[in-house]
């Protein structure tokens, strides 16, 4: 089965608002990995590995507004010798539940071995890194800092860097990249979900945090790879995108990516924000909140085999209708957090740990604790946001 009909299988009864990939308003973007000029001469000859998923769709759509060919395929169709293909969480085909361990395994079409990140190691083994000499970066990120791909791929740039490997980033817009919000992370809370200092939103392209993370010398031992990126052209950080395919499969709508901002806060409370229902991230709800007028019960399904609250009827909000330029004017928004919080009375234990890993400090559930505004809290963090919007100046590759 070719190995686009198969993300179809998966994605096909998932759309977005309008033809995927392309901007909302303006002239289209092309895409680093359409540039085949800038970086298919340099891999002949060469062994090449490939960071990517079911998001690694070469260009947008086609005339007939088919979706076009995978990477993989492509290069293969180039005589590229591509040896592996690195997968993050949710797997290469993007099926696996959040945090779910995915196992190494063969591409099904070109018979490329597929080595998981997202799995019993994190890590690529040695045995990997021996067998190519350039590594490919070809995924849609949505731009969060607790959203994992590009924490996978730091650790391949950190990899490429003890094994003097050469590292190539085609780059893609970032859709949420138009602005920058959130608390910055303080590195006492770095984890599986925030590994560098950078706030919630960094406005940042895959390719221009691969360069701060680079230049910053965040990478582990101060550590810096060979690091190059093809760059998007007729992009800047104004310009509003949709992604080609959901990037992961509790994020089925461009709302729900930009809601993500603000409702993944809730995987660190007992809240649901509706895992295991048709709308997750855009929704939220807890069985103990009062009838609201508005209810969701999570079942198991695909992406979400065992959602929080399963089977539960829960009470809450329904965000489906917030017009998107009042979620983009809001930016992160801790309002929802703080009303859930008090339409469960200020439930003792509606926080877990997770909930400061997610946040990157610990003021932001201290603040909602003792009583604060969203708007104070945001308040706080401003002047952090503003400073790193100054530090990150130097590696940004399009017009603010």
């Known amino acids: 089965m070719r190995l686009i009909k198969l993300m179809l299988l998966i994605l096909g009864s998932l759309t977005y608002a309008s033809s995927c990939g392309m901007v ?20 002949k000859g060469k062994r090449v590995a490939v960071f990517s998923n079911h998001t690694g769709i070469v260009g947008n759509r086609l005339e007939d507004n088919k979706m076009g060919p995978h990477l993989v395929d492509v290069l293969i169709e180039k005589g590229i010798d591509v040896r592996v293909i690195f997968s993050p969480e949710h797997g290469f085909r993007g099926d696996a539940d959040a945090g779910e361990g995915v196992a190494n395994g063969k591409d099904e079409k070109t018979g490329v071995r597929i080595a998981s990140l997202y799995g019993a190691t994190r890590q690529p083994s040695q045995e990997d890194m021996d067998d190519f000499d350039v590594l490919l970066v070809d995924i849609q990120d949505v731009g969060l800092r607790y959203y994992t791909y590009h924490i996978t ?28 919000d959130g608390p910055v992370l303080e590195m006492e809370y770095k984890s599986g979900v925030g590994a560098f200092p950078v706030p919630t939103v960094h406005g940042m392209t895959l390719g221009e945090l691969a360069l701060m993370i680079n230049g910053e010398g965040w990478l582990k031992d101060g550590l810096k790879c060979d690091l190059e990126v093809v760059p998007c052209l007729g992009y800047t950080h104004q310009t509003k995108t949709d992604v080609i395919v959901p990037p992961s499969p509790n994020l089925k709508s461009m709302r729900a990516i930009y809601l993500y901002a ?12 509706g895992r295991g229902t048709d709308s997750p991230f855009e929704i939220y709800g807890h069985p103990d909140i009062p009838e609201t007028g508005f209810s969701f019960t999570p079942r198991s399904v695909p992406g979400a085999k065992n959602p929080p609250l399963k089977d539960q009827l829960c009470h809450g909000r329904d965000l489906r209708n ?21 339409g469960l009375g200020e439930k003792e234990g509606f926080f877990s740990g997770f909930f400061d890993k997610l946040a990157g400090t610990g003021y932001v559930r201290e603040m909602i604790l003792s009583g604060a505004s969203a708007a104070e809290i945001k308040a706080r963090w401003k002047g952090d946001v503003e400073a790193f919007k100054a530090k990150r100046r130097p590696y940004l590759l399009y017009p603010e």
């Open 24 to 43: 909302r308003t303006g002239e289209r973007v092309t895409l680093g990995d359409e540039r085949f000029e800038e970086y298919v001469p340099r891999l």
């Open 322 to 342: 917030i017009p998107l330029e009042t979620i983009w004017n809001e930016g992160v928004n801790l309002e929802y957090v703080i009303d859930a919080f008090r």
């Open 262 to 273: 603000s409702t993944c806060y809730f995987e660190g409370t007992v809240v649901s924000l």
């Open 153 to 180: 791929m730091a650790r391949l740039m950190e990899s490429c860097a003890r094994s003097d490997k050469k590292v190539i980033i085609l780059d893609r817009p970032n859709p949420n990249g138009f602005y920058v």
